[in-house]
């Protein structure tokens, strides 16, 4: 399967955008997706999850009860909405397969990121 997160942009503080994890190659029905992001000149930082199935959810405490990840198998994507966005939340966002969890390395699959900027 391969990647690709987009629906990034320039949102104002307080502001909701909604990104996208699309696939190809392969359904996404059978994957866990993780979110991750980055930020210029800091490393790379775990957002949050979901598993495949009962698609049960994880968060990182920076964004838990802002951001919401969900899924959508017939669609062949994964969803990260958030709301509230604040300035910190400026980082490229990438989307992974295949693991729930916090640690980048246990992820198989790499998409090309979005940017999103967080600004007024």
């Known amino acids: 399967v391969q990647l690709q997160a987009s629906g990034g942009g320039l949102v104002q503080p307080g502001g909701s955008l909604r990104l996208s994890c699309g696939a190809s190659?392969?359904?996404?029905?059978?994957?866990?997706i993780g979110w991750f992001r980055q930020a210029p000149g800091k490393q790379r930082d775990w957002v949050g999850c979901?598993?495949?199935?009962?698609?049960?959810?994880d968060y990182s405490d920076s964004v838990k009860g802002r951001f919401t990840v969900s899924r959508d198998d017939r669609k062949n994507t994964v969803y990260l909405q958030m709301n509230n966005l604040k300035s910190d939340d400026t980082a490229v966002y990438y989307c992974?397969?295949?693991?729930?969890?916090?640690?980048?390395?246990?992820?198989?699959?790499w998409g090309q990121g979005t940017q999103v900027t967080v600004s007024s």
């Open positions: 190659g392969s359904g996404l029905s059978g994957y866990a």
């Open positions: 979901i598993y495949s199935g009962i698609g049960r959810t």
């Open positions: 992974a397969a295949d693991a729930c969890s916090h640690f980048d390395w246990q992820y198989s699959i």
